[in-house]
């Protein structure tokens, strides 16, 4: 077992404050020890290592808790995009990735130009307008097979009722981004880049999430057909899961 260190010292080691290690431990995505009387987080160093050169934590809880959270926190520069050029060089390091894997060597292009279209509408329609944080978050987690992206602004139903006024609910604001032609026009164009994840989605091996507001909607491989339901906690912006080889 190798040594422990309390939160401060954690905290300074990963870059994030106190505040952020304590979320992680109660949403489960950094678990602390805890000391015999339970007042203080202790964290091995060994596994703080780990985390601050490969990013490994579960990239899916923390995309999610990040967008859910009311008080905006920092996120580790692995998995930061602040601006596009950071997302472009993210891009590039994912196809270097993808590309490694013969078992998607027919589908690891689309795999990163669907996941480039996911995290250039988030940019496209919040530049200037972020809520809190500016830029999106990026993983890669390789073992589940799954591109995960999230943004903390303004989300799909504010962006789309520019254009299209009478839409009340989130669920209508997605089923729109992702069946009905828009105006080409910027702002107006948010979500005619989802129509196109749509179809790479239908017609190849993958699964598709993606979360705005309080409505989640899944696509499966070889489907046309679009799932969309309320969720019991809302979030912030949009959270995109692509799942492949499934």
Not at 201 to 213: A, D, L, P, W, Y
Not at 227 to 236: E, M, V
Request: glycine letters at 6%.
């Amino acid at each position: 077992m190798s040594q422990l260190l309390p939160i401060g010292q954690a905290a300074k080691m990963l870059g994030v404050s106190i505040q952020t290690l304590r979320r992680w431990d109660q949403d489960g995505i950094l678990v602390a020890q805890q000391s015999q009387e339970g007042s203080h987080r202790y964290y091995e160093q060994n596994q703080l290592i780990e985390i601050s050169e490969r990013g490994d934590l579960p990239l899916r809880k923390l995309a999610q808790s990040w967008a859910q959270d009311e008080t905006p926190w920092e996120l580790l520069s692995p998995f930061y995009c602040r601006t596009i050029p950071h997302l472009e060089l993210r891009l590039h390091r994912l196809e270097q990735q993808l590309a490694q894997d013969e078992q998607i060597a027919s589908i690891f292009q689309l795999i990163s130009s669907t996941s480039g279209e996911i995290g250039n509408n988030s940019f496209d329609h919040n530049i200037g307008n972020w809520p809190d944080i500016p830029g999106i978050f990026f993983g890669h987690d390789q073992v589940r097979k799954q591109v995960i992206l999230a943004d903390r602004g303004q989300g799909v139903l504010a962006t789309l009722k520019r254009v299209k006024p009478s839409l009340v609910n989130h669920a209508q604001a997605l089923k729109t981004a992702f069946t009905e032609i828009l105006s080409a026009r910027a702002p107006e164009n948010r979500g005619n880049g989802l129509k196109y994840v749509r179809k790479i989605v239908r017609e190849n091996t993958m699964h598709f999430q993606f979360q705005s507001g309080d409505a989640l909607l899944i696509m499966k491989a070889h489907s046309d057909e679009l799932h969309i339901s309320q969720t019991t906690r809302s979030i912030r912006g949009c959270l995109a899961i692509l799942t492949y080889t499934l």
